[in-house]
Structures are given as structure tokens and as C-alpha cells.
């Protein structure tokens, strides 16, 4: 069983960065995706990107270009480095796992198993 810890959320101006991590502790056995969500307040969670276990990565229209995805194999963590924030991008952020690579790169969130407890980003105008 995989467990994922968020951290890294805070509160920023609009125009500037934050990175969060995720720790993943566990045995995720086989081929494996892991990504990233949002959730904002009265609206569907999103999936923001995921990365495969051989390095594939999608990401959503919304935040291409502004946010990367990584991972540190070594270290067991999942990175979101996230540039030009604007408000529209405040949402509580959910780290998430899944053992179907095909679903993961699509971000469809039912198919992810593994859930973190959430880090909240906010950006102010």
C-alpha cells in the first residue's frame, strides 16, 4: 500500500512560483504513474499532470507551460514546480498514485487509488 505526503503549499502573489512534494512511501510494484490534482471550492477536482515510471508525462491545457512535473526515484518524491501562478490556480493540491499508466496519463481520477491529504495553494491578485 503506497502512502502520500503533500507539503510545499502556501500562499503567493500572482506572477510567482511555488514547488510542492509529495513523499510516497510504500512498494508501487510494475508499471506506475503518479500525478498531481486540484480541487477549488465548489468546482470538480482537476488532474494538473502526471509522470510515468519511465519518465512520460502529461499535463493539463491549463497549466501547460507554467507548472513541471518530476520525480526523485532516489528519494521517493514527487515534485510540482509551478511558475506564473495566477488566482485561477488556487485549490487544495492532491498528490495521487495509480498502478494503470494508460488512465494516469489521461488523469482520470477514479483510477487512482492512492490519495494524499492535500496541501493548499493560494494566489492572490
Known amino acids: 500500500q503506497v502512502q502520500l505526503v503533500e507539503s510545499g503549499g502556501g500562499s503567493v502573489q500572482a506572477g510567482g512560483s511555488l514547488t510542492l512534494s509529495c513523499l510516497a512511501t510504500?512498494?508501487?510494484?510494475?508499471?506506475?504513474?503518479v500525478g498531481w490534482f486540484r480541487q477549488a471550492p465548489g468546482k470538480e477536482r482537476e488532474g494538473v499532470a502526471t509522470i510515468d515510471s519511465d519518465g512520460s508525462t502529461s499535463y493539463a491545457d491549463s497549466v501547460k507551460g507554467r507548472f513541471t512535473i518530476s520525480q526523485d526515484n532516489a528519494r521517493q518524491t514527487l515534485y510540482l514546480l509551478m511558475k506564473s501562478l495566477t488566482p485561477e490556480d488556487t485549490a487544495m493540491y492532491y498528490c495521487?498514485?495509480?498502478?494503470?499508466?494508460?488512465?494516469?496519463?489521461?488523469?482520470?481520477?477514479?483510477?487512482?487509488?492512492?490519495w494524499g491529504q492535500g496541501t493548499q495553494v493560494t494566489v492572490s491578485s
Open positions: 510504500g512498494y508501487m510494484r510494475g508499471s506506475y504513474c
Open positions: 495521487a498514485a495509480s498502478s494503470s499508466p494508460w488512465f494516469c496519463r489521461r488523469r482520470v481520477a477514479s483510477r487512482f487509488g492512492a
